[in-house]
């Protein structure tokens, strides 16, 4: 028994170093030791395989963790990955309902319509004949990805934080734990489910919207079964007018619908392209709704007035809001964050609104937050690349029609919506009377200053925001001063002791006058080299 037990681990540990290796032969073959670059990190994911395609996919939405840039490019990566076989389908399907295929599909295709990293969907005849389409997960994709992120993860290990030429920093391993458990939450298809009946309850009163009907009966964590979505792609623009469809309607209601995703429901589409979105009978269909965004009430609140400031270019209400929603990490230069954001709105405020890109603008305005280390959550960033995605469809599909233009009209009904003249007069009355209070003690305020400041008992704290750079440097002039003035001090009296008989000696020369001389040398190498570096 311990004989045979020793080579079986053995083997169990094989394809594990065999594939630890080939991920460092991968890294090594694109020189991701000298730098890397977006395109690098596309091509890596690319010859690691399907999982990390996925992956890939997925993290390109998260502008909040790797640079725009890397994102950008990221959505290059390939959708259409090599199907599994059609016997694995089976047993996969046999395995999670306990029967015979026959004894649930009159007829199952055995040519997949589309296959991806997670899963791939085949179209199938219930025993009732309705026609349905299967979304199969791939055998063992959650143990394989699961030991990928671990294996990837110790490959990173001595490259921990990896930058580019341009000075983007990226800690892998922490994309790689982001991406691990967004791809977790995809690999359990209840949770698609569940987005699809709670989309379905937020646009159940909309009549030209639609979205796949889940066979429940039939759905596990591992298979989900929906309606078969006939019709027409977005960018089959000249099916759709043959068949009487107006272009500019249907980017209207698509546009209108989006806005009302984001702004009402607060439960939007993370991936908003053509190939998710079919026609249909006079509906918008929505597909693949496996990856929503949601976004907090607060956020929500927020995202609204945001979108106001920058309609309105109101500088110092946007940067409010961006304090509010974002996590700060350290200290804000908040005289310099103002006049970023100042820029900004003065490039775009030329603008008529008509011609303004809200995608690009929000992804600008998290990009400015994080040069000024204030990280924004992840709902967010991932609501930016969906905006960019819908505004690049409303692009190709109708470019007449402007998204913010909709998005400003949406929130101006609901400004007339929501006014209450008696809320309003009730707190203009309760703001009066709370300056009125305030006003009553301004003279006694001013009284006791005056005191304070007839006895010299006034103090003036001055805060001068923004000095902190220029004084860190002043500071470390004066230490680099200040250890020159030593240096030379220690050679002027080692030079002075060696001219003495002091004890003890050593060769001659008195021990305290070396021990002075390798001291000064000690700091000018070291004040050397900080000028060395200085240069570079």
């Not at 003065?346 to 600008?364: C, H, N, Q, R």
């Amino acid at each position: 028994m311990r004989a045979n037990a020793t080579p079986t681990k053995k083997n169990k540990e094989n394809p594990t170093r065999q594939r630890l290796k080939e991920m460092l032969e991968i890294m090594a073959r694109h020189g991701v030791v000298k730098g890397l670059t977006p395109e690098k990190l596309r091509l890596i994911l690319e010859d690691l395989g399907p999982t990390y395609v996925k992956l890939g996919q997925i993290m390109s939405m998260r502008t909040d963790i790797l640079p725009e840039r890397y994102c950008l490019e990221l959505t290059k990566l390939r959708a259409d990955v090599r199907a599994f076989p059609f016997e694995q389908v089976k047993a996969v399907i046999e395995e999670q309902y306990e029967k015979p295929v026959e004894e649930i599909f009159s007829f199952l295709d055995e040519k997949p319509l589309g296959s991806a990293s997670i899963a791939q969907v085949h179209r199938a005849t219930l025993l009732d004949g309705s026609d349905v389409v299967i979304k199969v997960q791939r055998p063992g994709i959650r143990e394989t990805m699961s030991r990928d992120i671990r294996l990837m993860q110790k490959a990173v290990g001595l490259l921990h934080f990896v930058s580019g030429p341009a000075g983007d920093v990226i800690d892998l391993k922490a994309v790689l734990g982001e991406m691990w458990n967004v791809a977790q939450q995809e690999m359990d298809f209840l949770v698609e489910a569940d987005h699809i009946r709670e989309f379905a309850k937020c646009n159940a009163d909309i009549a030209y919207i639609g979205w796949p009907q889940v066979v429940w009966k039939l759905t596990t964590p591992q298979l989900l079964v929906m309606e078969y979505i006939e019709g027409y792609s977005l960018d089959d623009g000249k099916a759709l007018e043959q068949h009487g469809y107006d272009m500019e309607e249907i980017g209207i209601k698509l546009a209108q619908n989006y806005v009302k995703q984001i702004l009402d429901d607060a439960f939007f589409h993370a991936d908003p392209h053509p190939g998710n979105i079919r026609v249909r009978g006079g509906k918008i269909v929505w597909l693949d709704l496996g990856m929503m965004g949601r976004l907090s009430p607060r956020d929500q609140a927020l995202f609204r007035r945001a979108v106001k400031a920058i309609v309105t270019s109101d500088v110092y209400e946007l940067k409010t809001i961006l304090l509010t929603l974002g996590n700060h990490n350290g200290r804000i230069n908040h005289t310099r964050l103002y006049t970023d954001i100042d820029d900004m709105l003065t490039k775009y405020g030329s603008m008529e609104l008509g011609s303004m890109d809200l995608g690009k603008v929000v992804t600008e305005l998290t990009t400015l937050a994080a040069d000024h280390n204030i990280s924004m959550p992840a709902e967010i960033t991932m609501l930016g690349r969906g905006v960019v995605t819908i505004e690049g469809v409303l692009s190709r599909v109708c470019p007449q029609v402007n998204f913010i233009q909709i998005m400003a009209n949406h929130l101006s009904g609901n400004l007339a919506e929501e006014f209450d003249l008696k809320r309003e007069i009730r707190h203009a009355g309760r703001s009066f009377l709370s300056t009125s209070r305030k006003s009553l003690d301004i003279p006694a305020q001013i009284s006791d200053a005056l005191k304070m400041a007839i006895k010299g008992q006034g103090k003036l704290n001055l805060e001068i925001t923004g000095s902190e750079e220029p004084l860190g440097q002043l500071d470390k002039m004066v230490n680099k001063i200040v250890v020159g003035i030593i240096t030379a001090a220690l050679l002027i009296g080692s030079s002075l002791i060696c001219t003495t008989q002091m004890q003890p000696q050593i060769l001659g020369i008195p021990f305290l006058g070396i021990l002075g001389y390798c001291a000064s040398m000690v700091m000018l190498i070291w004040l050397f080299v900080k000028f060395i570096h200085k240069k570079h």
